[in-house]
């Protein structure tokens, strides 16, 4: 069965399809870019190994300990382990998927898609449990079926004994060739009493009274929260915890400082102690943590998470995202961003957002997008010796103005070495002129050139 559920963050909007039947849930999200810029950047370059970075974010979510898979079928999922009925535990598989990677056809006035997901738990050679599962996707309009955010959520729960296993994952479109696969080993614990589970990163979660009763939640395969607009929630289960016991939770920066920490006392001893707890947005700021769950002052459970500004790029913490805005904006603006106070900084973030998003409605920022995109193409065109591509003045061209319409290369017929390529944009009647004094491939605008680039973005900043 297919229902819609909504959820609001301020003026910015997901959309969600859920498909629930015994144990599974499916979930559907949404996404959109313009930018402004003039003058000469101030912040200085952060190191060039930093940038691949906001490119590889399946990278960074392996580094976690995710499953990331960038193929035909981008996904990241997560595995945890939580209590189960009599002798078996409960495996939790969760998938964050994109539309852009099935093929959707049209159904009457909406665009449909279909596929399988097929999870395989091997002991040995011999299969210990399989599961197959069709899912059907069904969205109101094109360009819907083009995101490449985190669009929707698949998750199935598995009962498994304790033990070792081989454990494959497949999605398959049901229309089309395209297909992912990941497969990892997976040790399944006893969870033996008193316990804590590892936390799962949820959306939404009510916590349950028994192991009998059925999980009721929707979880975050990503373990990622959105800086300065979402909460991070966590689902956590203990096991016969004596009455009193303190439970207590720190999320901890990369560099090891506490940047929260909370805590809960078991009222009275029972088999499940189920807890749905919070992490606000204003405490964290951008970047990888590690929560930890601690009981009489002893690491039981951890678990890597992620602050981001986007759910296709990611960066290590604030410095380095105002660092790559440098042709975004005014040195003015990111001077300000850069120098707010710590716990300011969420705010500050959301207000520049706000300030450069085109179209509020949809939770991307579709300025940034396109800027980043660019910067990614920049960076793989325009590399000199000793230079990324998008730090150098090819680079810093073709961010703040696109590709040229045409490219004209001559080596002057006065200096043997020295080269000048011109770069054409018909439309804003703009020819630019790089040059390459020492003929070993390091171009520099001319004074001229750099001024008629600088009015000219000016301008066509201005009409934007």
């Known amino acids: 069965m297919t229902t819609p559920l909504s959820r609001h963050r301020e003026a910015r909007t997901r959309r969600f399809i859920l498909t629930v039947f015994t144990g599974l849930s499916v979930t559907s999200l949404a996404a959109c870019g313009a930018w402004q810029r003039v003058g000469t950047p101030e912040t200085a370059p952060q190191p060039q190994e930093r940038l691949p970075e906001i490119f590889d974010p399946f990278g960074v979510y392996r580094q976690m300990g995710l499953m990331a898979e960038p193929g035909p079928i981008p996904f ?3 595995v945890r382990v939580l209590g189960g009925p009599a002798d ?18 049209r159904d009457g006035d909406a665009f449909v898609a279909e596929y399988r997901v097929e999870l395989t738990f091997r002991q040995g050679m011999a299969v210990a449990r399989q599961v197959m599962s069709d899912e059907r996707i069904r969205v109101s309009t094109f360009r819907e079926t083009q995101r490449s955010d985190e669009s929707v959520i698949f998750q199935k729960f598995v ?3 304790a033990g070792q296993y081989g454990f494959d994952l497949a999605v398959r479109d049901r229309n089309g060739p395209n297909a992912s696969h990941f497969e990892q080993l997976l040790t399944v614990p006893r969870l033996a009493a008193p316990a804590v589970t590892t936390p799962l990163a949820v959306y939404q979660a ?7 009763a059925d999980l009721d939640l929707i979880a975050n395969p990503r373990s990622t929260a959105e800086y300065g607009h979402d909460s991070l929630q966590f689902y956590l289960e203990a096991y016969d915890l004596p009455a009193g016991t303190v439970i207590t939770y720190s999320a901890i920066e990369s560099g090891g400082h506490l940047a929260w920490t909370d805590s ?3 009222a009275a001893a029972q088999p499940v102690v189920a807890t749905l707890f919070t992490i606000p947005p204003g405490r964290l700021s951008i970047g990888r943590y590690e929560l930890r769950v601690t009981l009489g002052g002893s690491t039981l459970a951890s678990t890597p998470f992620l602050v981001s500004f986007s759910d296709r790029w990611v960066l ?3 410095n380095d995202v105002i660092s790559l805005l440098r042709y975004f904006s005014s040195p003015d603006s990111l001077r300000a961003l850069r120098d707010t106070p710590p716990e300011e900084q969420a705010a500050a973030w959301q207000r520049f957002w706000r300030s450069t998003d085109p179209n509020p409605a949809t939770p991307e920022n579709e300025a940034l997008d396109q800027y980043f995109a660019r910067v990614q193409s920049a960076n793989e065109q325009f590399r000199e010796e000793g230079m990324p591509g998008w730090l150098t003045d090819r680079g810093e061209v073709f961010i703040g103005l696109g590709e040229p319409d045409d490219v004209v290369d001559r ?3 006065l200096q043997g070495r020295t080269r000048v390529v011109y770069w054409v944009y018909t439309e804003l009647h703009l020819t630019l002129s790089f040059i390459d004094d020492a003929g070993f491939g390091r171009y520099r605008l001319d004074p001229r050139s750099r001024a008629e680039y600088l009015r000219t973005l000016s301008r066509v900043r201005g009409g934007a």
């Open 159 to 161: 009962k498994l004994a």
């Open 206 to 212: 009510r916590p349950r009274a028994s192991l009998a």
């Open 411 to 413: 080596r002057s017929e």
């Open 264 to 266: 809960t006392r078991v």
């Open 316 to 318: 290590g913490n604030l």
């Open 88 to 105: 078996s535990l409960l495996v939790v598989v969760a998938l964050s998927l994109q539309n852009r990677g099935l093929s959707f056809h």
């Open 76 to 78: 990241v999922g997560t």
